[in-house]
């Protein structure tokens, strides 16, 4: 699990940045989950990704956003 806020969203990509000061990069594929349904992430949102790791990428299988 990755814990952050929004520092950037594109279809497919989401960085984030997190406590430590470090920004990730994280790849969505087809069938990542979003929740609440139907939002999109936006900058400063609080965050928390569900995924796994592929050569070096963490790749989310459900991204969860908080006000």
């Known amino acids: ?3 952050g806020t929004v520092a950037a ?10 406590r430590d000061g470090n ?5 969505l594929k087809p069938g990542t989950r979003i929740f ?6 936006s900058t400063n949102e609080r ?9 070096g990428t963490f790749i989310a299988n459900r991204v969860i956003l908080h006000d």
């Open 47 to 55: 965050v928390a990704i569900t995924g796994y790791y592929s050569n």
């Open 9 to 18: 969203f594109q279809p497919f990509r989401l960085q984030v940045a997190r």
């Open 36 to 41: 609440p349904r139907g939002e999109t992430p």
């Open 1 to 3: 699990m990755i814990l």
């Open 23 to 27: 920004v990730q990069t994280i790849d």
